[in-house]
């Protein structure tokens, strides 16, 4: 406010009070008021009691006007000093004025009960202002190469599904960083290895949406993701119209992916599709290695009546080419004899016990297109290769036909042929003995002619012929005769000991799963089942919990429960104790219902819960000798113990609720249907009060927690194993 405003408010107020105060009066208060002026501003003393006149007010006014300026200049000289004087205090050394307060403003008392409320009011205030604190946002910190290295480390821990969130949430989201054609290989192979065909296909169609060129990495990932998917129908479809997008394309495959493509045809297809891709391998110039005929192996494995016979041709073509079979390639050829059968024997026996000298010659070079480096090609030349006509010639024998099976040369030095002559005929030295041509398996697992197979005592017993080996098989060898069985096609490769003598010549020592296949191929309480210890001791193996489960397994499915009991002490010896799977192989051996009560409480006793799978084992033993008493108190056992049934549980019990066809109880009686009512009544009942178990889906593990992802994946996993699970 001016001086000139601070008069005309001081005047207006003289003027319009009434009474208690004189307006001279006021009029020299408001100039005493004026800054600068107490100085020379007259003011009366107290003791005057006498008003002034109108002429003294108006001197007054006239000596106001007449320092009207000298006002204006001192108030501009009082603001100047006035801001001197506060930056000469802020100038002031620290040094200097450090203490000085204190002696104008003492302390104050010290108090000792309100420290600690102090101390906790100041900490949380700073916990407040902590967080209302704003973080800046920090910039881009990580590489998209960075988020490679960091999934492919998830990967190999097997957590996937945090690698699929780091990539997608992460980086895409919150970082929004665009992913290189790595960040997308490495995640597809990923979803490769444990079948999640679903994601790995959406992730390969993300990947080309955004411009990003798909390398011979990322197609082999892909036909690894088609092998493994749960649902082979789906796997072989998807990777038939991958084939057909890389054949447009003009691309090329390499060995390793042609390996991939192969792998998923052995698993999702048949052998048939597999020596077409073999022979495209061999017309476009690839090398044929051992893993590419244990990748033939898998597709033996897969025909269950016939996979044993090919899987021998296949190994005879192996070593024809002089590749050595590796650890993996043995396993596979014990996996064949154990699950698959030989088909014809007469076919087989025409097909591998020919001589060496009929075999078509191996060993030949490669007349394929040469591609690759000049590195590859010296090495593909120096290497024996397959040709077309040796793998035309591999499947010709593999799936003869009706009209054209091979048939067995005269061994006569004219060398004619007669086919319109039995077999029986075609073998001169064989005419002159009492038998029908063919050989059988003795009780000493030896094969001996079938006439004397009764006095088979009389005569010295023939070797076994090892059709792992190029040699020629035994003359007196015939023909295979019937092998059903595992041990019998063991015997084929030359029994357990010539079958780890094999191995010893090729150099490759047994691992843990080869004596598991051997224990579950050898005849049971043979001498081999009984030496298999001290084999595995002598090659430096040391046998583990499912080593004895398999051996419990073979006697419990003998029914022979006291034999199984037996080799818990051996367990206990090398220091093993049972689990879960070791009760599960023992309740498939008690078919009584003593012997399944007993076993469900030295389980209790032992502290171990009954699982869904030891029920089922149990339950399937039952309903075998249609124990129906039996039944009812494993289902009593299961609700006591809050055990949900499974599907394969749920569908013993279904069968054993039917009544047979053409069944009246009033007209015959069943000793074995007389408590089937009980049973029936029972069951609908326990039904109602038992929740079932729902079987996982296989990629729920795999997943994040997505809702909208899913949903999806639900979906198409329902769409694609409906008829699977039915």
């Known amino acids: 406010m001016t001086v000139s405003q601070r008069m005309c408010r001081g005047f207006s107020a003289v003027f319009t009070q009434k009474g208690s105060v004189s307006p001279w009066l006021c009029s020299l208060r408001c100039l005493r008021d004026i800054p600068g002026r107490k100085k020379w501003i007259w003011s009366p003393s107290p003791q005057s009691t006498a008003l002034p006149d109108r002429r003294l007010i108006s001197t007054s006014l006239s000596v106001y006007k007449l320092h009207k300026r000298d006002l204006e200049e001192m108030v501009r000289s009082s603001e100047a000093l006035s801001k001197e004087e506060e930056e000469e205090e802020e100038k002031f050394d620290a040094d200097e004025s450090f203490g000085l307060l204190t002696q104008k403003y003492p302390p104050k008392p010290f108090s000792q009960a309100s420290s600690a409320d102090l101390h906790n009011v100041r900490l949380q205030t700073k916990e407040e202002e902590e967080e209302l604190e704003i973080k800046p946002r920090l910039g881009r910190r990580n590489t998209p190469y960075w988020y490679f290295l960091q999934c492919k480390a998830l990967i190999k821990k097997n957590k996937l599904a945090e690698a699929l969130e780091l990539f997608e949430v992460q980086m895409l989201k919150e970082e929004r960083l665009r992913p290189e054609e790595f960040n997308y290989t490495v995640l597809i192979g990923g979803c490769g290895r444990v079948g999640y065909l679903k994601k790995a296909l959406k992730l390969y169609n993300d990947m080309k949406k955004r411009g990003l060129t798909p390398t011979i990495a990322t197609y082999t990932a892909l036909f690894n993701a088609c092998a493994e998917t749960p649902w082979k129908d789906s796997g072989l479809q998807s990777a038939l119209k991958l084939r057909q997008e890389l054949i447009q394309k003009g691309t090329e495959l390499n060995p390793i992916a042609y390996r991939a493509l192969l792998k998923c045809c052995a698993l999702c297809s048949d052998l048939r599709m597999c020596l077409d891709i073999l022979k495209e391998m061999v017309g476009n110039g690839h090398e044929i290695t051992t893993d590419t005929f244990n990748i033939l192996l898998m597709g033996c494995i897969n025909d269950k009546e016939n996979g044993f016979r090919y899987a021998l041709q296949v190994w005879q073509q192996m070593a024809k080419l002089n590749l050595k079979p590796d650890l993996y390639t043995y396993n596979l050829m014990l996996t064949a004899a154990k699950y698959c059968g030989i088909g014809d024997s007469e076919v087989a026996s025409k097909l591998l016990l020919r001589p ?169 309480n043979s001498p081999s089942e009984s030496s298999l210890l001290a084999v595995m001791e002598e090659n430096n193996v040391k046998p583990d919990v499912a080593f004895f489960n398999t051996l419990i397994r073979k006697k419990s499915k003998k029914a022979d429960l006291e034999a199984a009991k037996s080799l818990l002490p051996l367990m206990l010896q090398h220091g093993l104790s049972p689990d879960l799977y070791t009760f599960c192989n023992l309740a498939i051996a008690c078919r009584r219902r003593k012997e399944g009560m007993q076993l469900l409480s030295d389980m209790k006793q032992s502290g171990i819960k009954p699982n869904v799978q030891i029920y089922g084992a149990l339950i399937n033993a039952a309903v075998r000798r249609l124990n129906y008493s039996y039944v009812i108190e494993i289902l009593k056992d299961m609700s006591r113990n809050q055990v949900a049934p499974n599907e394969f549980i749920v569908n013993m019990l279904e069968f054993a609720a039917q009544y047979p066809p053409n069944y009246d109880k009033y007209q015959k009686k069943d000793h074995y249907l007389e408590k089937i009512d009980g049973f029936r009544a029972f069951y609908f009942r326990w039904l109602k009060w038992m929740p079932g178990e729902e079987a996982p889906h296989p990629w729920t593990k795999y997943r994040y927690k997505n809702l909208a992802q899913s949903k999806d994946d639900t979906k198409l996993g329902q769409d694609q194993g409906s008829q699977e699970l039915k």
């Open 356 to 524: 060496s000298e009929e075999r078509p010659s191996h060993l030949r070079l490669n007349s394929g297109r040469e591609q690759g480096t000049k590195s590859q090609r010296k090495k593909r030349t120096n290497a024996p290769a397959l040709m077309l006509p040796d793998v035309e010639a591999l499947e010709k024998n593999m799936f003869p036909g009706d009209d054209s099976k091979p048939e067995r040369p005269d061994r006569n030095q004219d060398g004619a042929k007669d086919s319109a002559k039995p077999e029986s005929s075609d073998h001169s030295d064989l005419s002159d003995r009492d038998t029908d041509g063919s050989l059988v398996i003795s009780d000493q697992g030896q094969l001996v002619p079938e006439s004397t197979a009764e006095n088979s005592f009389s005569e010295p017993a023939i070797p076994l012929p090892n059709l792992l080996d190029l040699q020629s098989p035994a003359p007196h060898v015939v023909s295979l005769g019937t092998v059903a069985t595992p041990s019998d096609r063991l015997a084929l490769m030359g029994n357990m000991e010539g079958f780890l003598q094999k191995m010893k010549d090729d150099k490759v020592a047994g691992n843990l799963r080869t004596f598991i296949l051997l224990a579950e191929n050898v005849e049971l």
